[in-house]
């Protein structure tokens, strides 16, 4: 009986280690870095209509994903925050600050350059979602990685295709990775994945 019950945690074990896997391996491939990079480029080829749409994408991308990604990394190397993820809640408030002077920039960039109305969109939409986002996490541990994979179907079905809702496939992955990691509650990831559906009603004052 005890070999059974050795066994039996093993087996346990061993499984609960092979869905940590897993879920790591979601939440790094589709982080937000990774999801507005795609996403925002295939923004700016919608708003444009066609390729001369990409440059205006990469700015996007750039100002809302790949800059406060960098930013993270450089602190993490500094020994601020143990990796990219910053659990501690207490500790996101310049994360969210960072991300709000780069979209701020961005769209700026944008109206100066004449961009294409949905990028410029996109962008003014994200910069309200990370409002939302900093005020949230001032009392409670919102899900950002869900925010954003959310915001970026939900951006893509206005200035794109509805057929783009095939793509919450990813975002539940994400949802359930988050909570899988004990990174979050699935309230926390629920509250998240609403909040940047919502960003798609930037797009009523369009």
Same mark, same amino acid.
Do not use: C
């Given at each position: 009986m005890s070999g059974t019950h050795r066994t039996h945690r093993t087996t346990t074990a061993d499984?609960?280690?092979? =869905?940590t896997a897993v879920a790591r391996t979601v939440t790094d491939i589709l982080q937000p870095r990774n999801t507005l990079l795609v996403g925002m480029l295939a923004v700016g080829v919608a708003s444009a209509g066609d390729? =001369?749409?990409?440059?205006?994408?990469?700015?996007?991308?750039l100002c809302a994903g790949?800059?406060?990604?960098?930013?993270?990394?450089?602190?993490?190397?500094?020994? =601020?925050?143990?990796?990219r993820h910053v659990v501690d809640r207490t500790q996101r408030a310049p994360i969210f600050l960072v991300i709000l002077g780069s979209l701020g920039t961005g769209a700026l960039i944008m109206v100066l350059g004449n961009?294409?109305?949905g990028i410029l969109t996109a962008m003014i939409s994200l910069w309200a979602m990370t409002?939302?986002?900093?005020?949230?996490? =001032?009392?409670?541990?919102i899900s950002v990685d869900a925010s954003v994979a959310s915001a970026v179907v939900a951006l893509l079905c206005v +200035?794109?295709?509805?057929?783009?809702?095939?793509?919450?496939?990813?975002?539940?992955?994400?949802c359930w990775s988050? +909570?899988?990691?004990?990174?979050?509650?699935?309230?926390?990831? +629920?509250a998240g994945a609403s909040l940047g559906a919502a960003t798609a009603a930037g797009f009523l004052f369009d």
């Open positions: 499984r609960a280690d092979r =869905t390729w =001369t749409g990409l440059p205006w994408g990469f700015l996007g991308a790949l800059v406060p990604a960098g930013y993270i990394e450089w602190e993490r190397r500094r020994g =601020t925050w143990g990796d961009a294409p109305a409002i939302v986002l900093l005020a949230v996490n =001032t009392v409670w541990k +200035v794109h295709s509805p057929w783009w809702l095939a793509a919450g496939v990813p975002t539940l992955a994400v988050r +909570v899988a990691l004990r990174y979050h509650s699935v309230a926390q990831t +629920v």
